[in-house]
């Protein structure tokens, strides 16, 4: 079952104008329910085009966003339900804080919703358990906080909606490895507790190859390639031709393999290239003893 | 999208105005505007919008550009020129009379020429300086021409600086105000609907991070400004030196002929058809 299907989306900035811009030609893809997809591309792929297509704050000039079962397009009165159902989160959604409090930002979407005081504290806590904000973090200014607590207020403020499927562009860009780790744990912990589908966008094969299940590779407003890690990963040069590339670990492992060390082509992070060394290792020393 | 206004909008070239010095097209676009304001008749008027078409084809910017950017005003410009038909009185027999409808031959002149001035005026001006003049050369020249005013203690070059930047920042402003209107769109804010409180309450979510930001790069660009060494006026030197080239005398040759024959069109008002006489 598919959370999420988008048919042949075309889509051009700027028509008939000097500054044209053809973003999305015809892209077709499927994100299955429960899962973690990474949407990946070079700058200017159409990435950040294709994810607002998601939750129908750009209309696309043809094609269909199918959420559920449903194209979301059939009722445009109804396009809000769209945004409760399918969380977008923004690059930088730091930016977008703008309340007194952190609880009261993150009580913005289910306020929205139309939801009662109740089930709105309920979300919000639940929210703030998945991001790792402690209870008196939420009655600070959002503007007290440091850069990645804020990133998590903002991703905190979307999974309050408790969207089936939640899309986050780039979540990880610009904060520092610890940043990075609670962001992604919190995004993988939200995925696992509520069973729902998430999309992480991101050019980094390091983070997607860790984090999620498929890949889509978007290549000038077209899917280059589509599949679990190790079906896109086997083809490194194409996606070094199209400037993604592979995991670092990943291309080290296919330089040790060409120098002769037997280690296993599926290594796409560390923890894994560190498992199958040790492995390789403790083999060769028990071949010794022996 | 709010991207998509063209707000002054500068398009990059290489024709005869593009190149020609900023100080030069500030004062070419006033005496443009003047001697618009001048014409009088049907054939000083008809010269006027010559000479426009003639820039435009001078400036290589396509006309449905500029025509595009008529078209904010074009409501003004119908609303104006509908009352001046309707509700000007003639001294002559009515052209056509309905009930309490009476078109009289000078209401359709005055909304033709309210039309033609308005349009020429902002056709024109725009390709002289706003299409062709990158605003860091606009607000140059506007500091070179203004610059005897420093005498009299006007601080010129902060003004010209402040400037600068506030031209700098609205296109970096206008893709803000988007993003973070769409970051609360996807949160379900609704811009559209409700009443008037309604929708400027609905606007805070996208003011207070707005200005936030604004105080933000503010901040920034203050400190890059001061790691630069910048320190106002004094001592500074300049990259580009203005300097006036043959195609400004050129330039200010065709203007001068423009006025003189606007001129000469007001005065010998006989030897040429008027709309109003035909009419």
């Not at chain 1, 089930?119 to 990645?148: C, H, M, T, W, Y």
């Not at chain 1, 562009?169 to 609670?182: F, K």
């Amino acid at each position: 079952m598919n959370a999420l299907e988008l048919r042949n989306i075309e889509y051009t900035y700027s028509k008939n104008t000097p500054f044209e811009n053809t973003a999305l030609k015809g892209v077709t893809v499927a994100f299955e329910q429960g899962r973690v997809n990474g949407l990946i591309g070079h700058t200017g792929s159409g990435k950040s085009t294709l994810v607002q297509m998601m939750n129908g704050l750009l209309k696309p000039d043809a094609g269909e966003v199918i959420l559920a079962g449903k194209n979301i397009w059939d009722e445009p009165k109804k396009i809000r339900d769209a945004r409760f159902r399918c969380g977008l989160v923004f690059q930088y959604p730091e930016y977008q804080l703008f309340e007194e409090t952190c609880e009261k930002d993150i009580a913005f979407g289910p306020k929205n919703m139309g939801l009662d005081a109740d089930e709105i504290n309920r979300r919000v806590f639940s929210a703030a358990d998945f991001v790792g904000l402690d209870r008196d973090i939420l009655q600070k200014s959002p503007f007290e906080l440091s850069g990645g607590q804020k990133r998590r207020v903002a991703l905190a403020g979307v999974m309050a909606m408790e969207p089936e499927v939640l899309v986050l562009d780039e979540p990880a860009a610009g904060l520092d490895p610890i940043g990075r780790t609670e962001i992604f744990g919190g995004i993988r912990r939200y995925q696992r507790t509520k069973g729902n589908t998430v999309i992480i966008v991101s050019h980094s094969m390091e983070d997607v190859a860790e984090y999620c299940d498929t890949l889509t590779v978007l290549k000038n407003g077209e899917v280059l390639r589509s599949g679990s890690c190790a079906e896109v990963f086997a083809y490194e040069k194409e996606l070094t031709e199209s400037g993604l590339g592979v995991p670092q670990i990943t291309r080290f492992m296919r330089l040790l393999r060409e120098r002769g060390v037997k280690v296993a082509e599926d290594i796409y992070t560390v923890d894994a290239a560190f498992d199958e060394l040790r492995r390789i290792l403790d083999g060769k020393r028990g071949g010794a003893d022996a | 999208m709010l991207k998509d206004i063209t707000l002054g909008q500068f398009f990059p070239g290489n024709s005869v105005l593009h190149r020609a010095d900023p100080r030069m097209k500030i004062i070419l676009a006033i005496i443009y505007i003047v001697f618009v304001f001048l014409a009088k008749n049907s054939a000083a008027y008809l010269l006027a919008v010559g000479f426009t078409v003639l820039l435009v084809l001078l400036s290589r910017i396509k006309l449905s550009v500029v025509l595009k950017g008529l078209k904010p005003l074009l409501f003004i410009m119908v609303f104006t020129a509908f009352f001046n038909i309707f509700w000007t009185k003639g001294e002559t027999v009515p052209l056509f009379s309905y009930g309490i409808i009476t078109i009289y031959r000078e209401g359709l002149w005055f909304a033709a020429v309210m039309i033609i001035r308005v349009a020429c005026i902002l056709a024109g001006s725009s390709v002289i300086l706003t299409y062709t003049t990158s605003p860091i050369s606009l607000t140059d020249g506007i500091e070179r021409l203004l610059k005897p005013l420093k005498v009299i203690h006007v601080p010129v070059h902060e003004f010209a600086m402040m400037m600068t930047i506030a031209l700098r920042f609205i296109p970096t402003l206008i893709e803000e105000t988007d993003k973070i209107m769409n970051a609360q769109k996807a949160r379900g804010a609704d811009f559209n609907s409700g009443g008037l409180v309604k929708r400027a309450k609905a606007l805070l979510p996208v003011l207070i991070p707005l200005f936030a930001s604004s105080f933000r790069r503010a901040g920034e660009l203050a400190t890059a400004m001061e790691c630069r060494c910048y320190r106002g006026d004094n001592g500074r030197t300049r990259m580009t030196k203005l300097r006036y080239s043959g195609i400004d005398i050129v330039l200010l040759i065709l203007f001068a002929a423009f006025g003189t024959g606007i001129i000469l069109m007001n005065i010998h008002l006989g030897f040429f058809l008027n709309f109003g006489m035909v009419l």
